[in-house]
């Protein structure tokens, strides 16, 4: 009993830091300092995404991928080196993850507009906002004041990031690990309404699985092969309906069996995921409310503020 009540006391001790460092976070906290970073990070973005819609989608990936290790501070931006392995070429992000030089292009605009003053790790929260408005998503004021890391986390990559493969309890799981409930779940994974999937990451589900519409499956195979290694980076498109446009049609897929990814289709097969899955086809202004409610939440996972961390000059190295 001691020992367990040593683990609650330090679970609630971590809690109430990790709260503290996310009340120090406001949307106005580079209002004196950088008045015109949000147009500096718009003068680069959007181009970008012109060129490109699925960018977007992979800016808000980042976005997820990062604040699930480590916390949001930018870990996930980090290239290897001498004394440091990133957490790039893990197993969740190897030949996945991308937009990296979309990063560059808004830090240097930034950085140019004020150096040294704005941080990696907020230039990515703000840039996963302004895709998802880009693409026709919500919008909401984004808290800033992250700081960014001097150390990444491979085995923190590995581990903490939902495979595909998952089934709902591990979502779930792995969610409530980062402070995010079901809710929360489901209403983030609609960021699939955006997006593409390397046939690697769903040709299991195409092949094996049974709760997956046949007929769908069947159109998927024909750019996805049943063999290992060919065609890995074939892509698919997570909406079949409207990949590019950020809005409900994600859920309706899956009330279809249309679900690209494993993962995808376990919010809705039977589970306790089943009821979010319809009030969100039934309201896209619930998905929207929501999916807001889960980013903000997200966005505050163990944020680095203060005199933690540091303002990187180059997001891929440390100072």
């Excluded at 159109?219 to 997570?238: F, K, M, V």
Aim: charged share 20%; with cysteine.
């Amino acid at each position: 009993m001691a020992a367990r009540a040593i683990v609650v006391l330090v679970s609630l001790i971590l809690a109430v830091v990790a709260g503290g460092a996310s009340a120090q976070l406001s949307s106005g906290f580079y209002s004196r300092s950088c008045p015109g970073m949000l147009k500096a990070v718009r003068s680069a973005l959007r181009p970008a995404i012109v060129r490109e819609r699925r960018v977007g989608a992979s800016i808000v990936r980042l976005f997820f991928h990062d604040c699930f290790v480590q916390g949001c501070d930018a870990s996930l931006l980090l290239d290897d080196a001498s004394g440091l392995r990133g957490e790039k070429n893990a197993k969740p992000n190897k030949n996945s993850v991308r937009g990296f030089e979309v990063i560059d292009a808004i830090k240097a605009a930034v950085e140019k507009e004020c150096p040294g003053v704005v941080s990696c790790a907020d230039i990515l929260a703000i840039a996963a906002e302004e895709s998802v408005v880009l693409l026709g998503g919500p919008s909401w004021e984004v808290k800033m004041g992250r700081r960014d890391s001097t150390t990444a986390s491979f085995s923190g990559a590995e581990n903490n990031i939902p495979p595909p493969t998952s089934g709902l309890a591990n979502l779930t799981s792995l969610f409530a690990a980062q402070g995010l409930s079901q809710k929360d779940m489901v209403a983030l994974s609609g960021a699939h309404t955006v997006g593409q999937a390397r046939c690697t990451f769903f040709r299991d589900h195409i092949y094996n699985d049974t709760n997956i519409d046949s007929g769908f499956a069947r159109s998927r195979q024909s750019g996805c092969p049943r063999t290992a290694g060919s065609g890995d980076n074939n892509l698919a498109p997570l909406d079949l309906q409207t990949p590019s446009t950020f809005e409900n049609d994600y859920y309706k897929n899956l009330v279809q069996k249309r679900g690209i990814l494993h993962s995808d289709q376990e919010l809705f097969n039977g589970g306790a995921a089943d009821a979010l899955v319809q009030q969100y086809i039934g309201s896209q202004s619930a998905f929207f409310k929501d999916f807001v409610v889960g980013m903000i939440k997200m966005g505050d996972i163990m944020p680095l503020t203060g005199s933690s961390g540091q303002i990187r000059k180059n997001c891929r190295r440390i100072n």
